[in-house]
């Protein structure tokens, strides 16, 4: 798979501005072409017809878009891609044309696009409609179908985490797990809390879910557990992405919690928004207070937060992890804060150059902030920063927000601990 400055797009804006173009919010992009030889109305039947049309090609995507960013180009452009997808859906392309294969490719499937859409087009579905198509079977980049073979695996996700020792449930850790709080007289009963390890996260970062268990020791880790699919649906095969989701919702009783933005989107899709709480949206909805602070050199630490894309953009979750930070450190917003790291799933490693080119600048606003801290909520945004940071040589630390609730809550050596609280993290 090549990076993008390795091929020739061509295609205006769509304006009639020139060097006045706003960045694609004057003026509507040519129609699609329509479609030779078929009735008005039929296609090839790639894409959800409805969801295709929602487009009024205004432009008001084009200036969120990171890819349009990168190149003023406007099939790297939301406006531009669908419609790309328009015209292969109508056979006015063939399925192997180059522009499609780069672009469907070069999009960062960050969503960013549809939360500035006056017409509710939903981009995350006709992208995975459109790579279900272009990466099906051998169409698919290695890097993707060496990933999705191994996630698939549960004897694999396990022995991961085994070996890199993930949080444990009562049935694999000594002891048993602290009971649910009781609800008070009169309230339902709660529902069990089921918290999802995830395929990336075991093996990269089991210390984060060794750390939610410090902070929510009612959640119950069930060993038995899967990838949650949102890997397959991202890259070509959302049949399977449906399929894994469901059974993960089977594997794991009562409210899913999980530490990934990612994964929390797509289960949400697939289960219901109510089935799934990603960690801060869980530590806000019960009323959680972070215990302590996070101290750098004898002074409060200043932190930043990294949004996850598809938790921002498609849950709508923005305020809940800023305030946790900012109850235990001094918050600093970053001027990209909500934008694209270039972790993008696969993305940083289908396409490096591209994902670094998205990366870049955020790493500069760090160095400009001097923050202490970058806080993610996504495993694949944390593996990001963690690169970026030590190649930029900062001396800024990327951490997940359950590590740093969880380091908050640590006594110094020398600084008397945090008071312990009914509602306060328990060792496990
Ligand atoms: S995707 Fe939405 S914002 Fe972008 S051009 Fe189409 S209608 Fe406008
Ligand atoms: S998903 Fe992100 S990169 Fe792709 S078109 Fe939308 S804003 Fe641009």
């Known amino acids: 798979m090549t990076d993008h400055d390795t091929v020739d797009h061509t295609g205006p804006c769509g304006c009639s501005s020139g060097s006045e173009c706003a960045g694609g919010v004057c003026g509507p992009a ?29 432009g008001f995507c084009l200036p969120a878009c990171p890819t349009y ?3 003023g180009q406007e099939p790297s452009s939301p406006r531009g891609r669908i419609t790309l997808m328009r015209a292969l859906e109508a056979g006015d392309l063939a399925p192997d044309d180059p522009t499609l294969a780069e672009e469907s490719s070069f999009c960062l499937g960050c969503r960013a696009c549809e939360t500035v859409c006056p017409a509710g087009v939903e981009y995350g579905q006709l992208l995975e409609q459109w790579r279900d198509h272009q990466w099906s079977g051998r169409n698919r980049p290695w890097i993707a179908r060496t990933l999705m073979m191994l996630v698939s695996r549960p004897g694999l996700l396990r022995l ?15 002891g048993p797990r602290p009971a649910a709080p009781a609800p008070s007289s009169g309230e339902p009963p709660q529902q069990p809390v089921s918290l999802m390890l995830g395929c990336v996260e075991r093996g990269l970062y089991p210390r984060v879910s060794r750390a939610v268990q410090r902070l929510c020791p009612e959640a119950d880790v069930p060993a038995a557990q899967g990838c949650c699919g949102a890997l397959h649906a991202h890259n070509g095969d959302s049949a399977t ?3 894994l989701a469901r059974r993960l919702g089977e594997q794991l009783p009562g409210t899913i919690l999980t530490t ?12 219901g928004r109510d089935r799934v709480r990603e960690l801060s949206q869980y530590l806000d909805e019960k009323g959680h207070r972070p215990a302590g602070q ?16 598809h938790l921002r953009n498609g849950l709508g979750v923005t305020r809940p992890p800023r305030e946790l930070i900012a109850a235990v450190a001094d918050y600093v917003e970053l001027p990209s804060a909500g934008k694209c790291c270039g972790a993008a799933g696969t993305y940083s490693m289908l396409r490096p150059a591209d994902s670094k080119k998205v990366l870049d600048p955020k790493l500069s606003e760090v160095e400009a902030a001097d923050v202490d801290y970058v806080v993610a909520v996504n495993p694949g945004c944390l593996r990001q920063l963690e690169q970026g940071l030590r190649r930029a040589r900062s001396r800024a630390k990327a951490i997940h927000l359950a590590e740093f609730l969880a380091l908050a809550a640590q006594p110094e050596p020398g600084r008397p601990g945090p008071a312990p609280r009914a509602d306060g993290p328990k060792e496990p």
Do not use: W, Y
């Open 294 to 309: 996070v101290m750098v050199d004898g002074r409060r630490a200043r932190a930043a937060l990294q949004d996850s894309c």
């Open 260 to 271: 990934a933005g990612g994964c929390a989107a797509h289960l949400a899709h697939h289960l």
């Open 69 to 71: 960013a990168l190149t």
């Open 241 to 243: 992405g449906g399929k």
């Open 160 to 174: 991961q985490g085994l070996v890199r020792r993930h949080a444990r449930g009562p049935g694999e850790k000594a």
């Open 30 to 58: 040519p129609a699609a072409p329509s479609l030779p030889g078929r009735p008005a109305g039929q296609g090839r039947g790639i894409f959800d017809k409805e969801l295709l049309d929602r487009c009024i090609s205004c």
